[in-house]
């Protein structure tokens, strides 16, 4: 199914949102603008709110972190098909995006990466 109404903006912004939902509901942590601007390839996101601390996202391996996430996103998402669509515009991209596509797809829900804090441990919520 192809969604032309989608550009690749947009379909960038979907995937981040995806990501940045997950990361808050599985562990409420979410994407900083500076995490959400790394995925997007630019500065793109400048909601002005306040930091106090550090993203719990940047340390470590921010790629394989972030393609954790979208294994979640991708769960809590799988009745959306303008979600998996917009993920296959970037899977061949040489970008943060791309790689992240790519490495998710080796994943399995619940493998976390070493060095992410989390506030909770034990993987995604059980949906239903």
Same mark, same amino acid.
């Given at each position: ?6 550009? @690749?903006? $947009?379909?960038? =912004?979907? +995937? +981040? ?12 942590? /979410?994407?900083?603008? /500076? ?6 390839? /630019?500065e793109h996101y400048k909601s002005e709110r306040p930091v106090y601390e550090p993203s719990a996202w940047a340390e470590g ?13 991708? $769960?809590?998402?799988? /009745? ?10 970037? =899977? #061949?991209?040489?970008?943060? +995006? ?5 490495? #998710? ?12 804090k989390f506030a909770r441990l034990q993987g995604p919520k059980? @949906?239903?």
């Open positions: 199914m192809v969604f032309p109404y989608m550009t @690749l903006d $947009e379909a960038r =912004e979907l +995937i +981040i949102s995806g990501i940045n939902y997950a990361a808050y509901r599985e562990t409420d942590f /979410s994407l900083h603008d /500076s995490d959400m601007n790394r995925l997007f390839g /630019s391996d921010f790629e394989a972190k972030m393609a954790m996430l979208l294994v979640w996103a991708n $769960e809590l998402n799988r /009745s959306m098909p303008a979600f998996m669509e917009a993920q296959r515009l970037f =899977e #061949s991209e040489d970008s943060v +995006i791309g790689r992240v596509i790519r490495d #998710s797809k080796k994943r399995k829900a619940g493998a976390i990466v070493p060095g992410t059980k @949906l239903g």
